[in-house]
């Protein structure tokens, strides 16, 4: 690789990081340290293929997918996060987002890898089921039942979710 590549694919790195970790964040259900391995893993591979690749950001989640579907299919287990729920919003007002968030987090780290993986991929990615399907090795029919198993184990572990799940069925 020379100066001027290794100079955009640094610039790639500090523009798109924090993108990269939010995603691996969600992915692996909240987990630092697993979401930091995550995008590792992705710009590792991404390095190699540098000068080939048209689409930078979409090979490196691209990557970040199906590195997290090969530790759950691997069977890697990782050590759950166990935090305390925040308190009841008194009013819907600028910090309900943050507590939102906290809740949702929580609730994505008690899902499965799976389930939590195609909830990241239609809702956050708003991927197609199709694509999923693809990114996942999987039938559509596979998507749509696990989709469904999926919210409605949110639903289960965080009931103060069911507005913003109503608003996604």
């Known amino acids: 690789m020379d100066a001027a590549e290794e100079q955009r694919f640094r610039e ?3 523009d798109r ?3 990269l970790m939010r995603l691996g964040f969600l992915l ?3 987990d630092q340290h697993a979401a930091e391995d995550l995008v590792q893993t992705a710009l590792a591979k ?3 293929k540098w000068r080939t690749v048209d689409a930078p950001e979409a090979y490196a ?7 997290q579907i090969s530790w759950w299919r691997a069977g890697r287990r ?14 819907r007002d600028r910090h309900h987002q943050s507590e939102l ?8 780290s008690r899902l499965t890898a799976r389930q939590r993986t195609v909830l990241v991929l239609r809702y956050f990615e708003d991927l197609p089921e199709r694509e999923v399907a693809q990114v996942l090795g999987c039938s559509v029919g596979t998507v749509r039942s696990t989709t469904h198993r999926s919210l ?3 639903r289960e572990v965080a009931p103060e979710l069911a507005d913003e799940l109503e608003a996604v069925t």
């Open 12 to 14: 790639f790195v500090t």
């Open 61 to 67: 989640k691209q990557i970040m997918y199906r590195q």
């Open 46 to 48: 991404l390095v190699t």
């Open 28 to 30: 692996t259900g909240g």
């Open 152 to 154: 409605a184990r949110l």
């Open 101 to 108: 968030r906290l809740v949702l987090r929580a609730a994505l």
């Open 17 to 19: 990081s924090p993108a």
């Open 78 to 91: 990782r050590v759950e996060l166990v935090r305390t729920q925040a308190p009841e919003p008194e009013e």
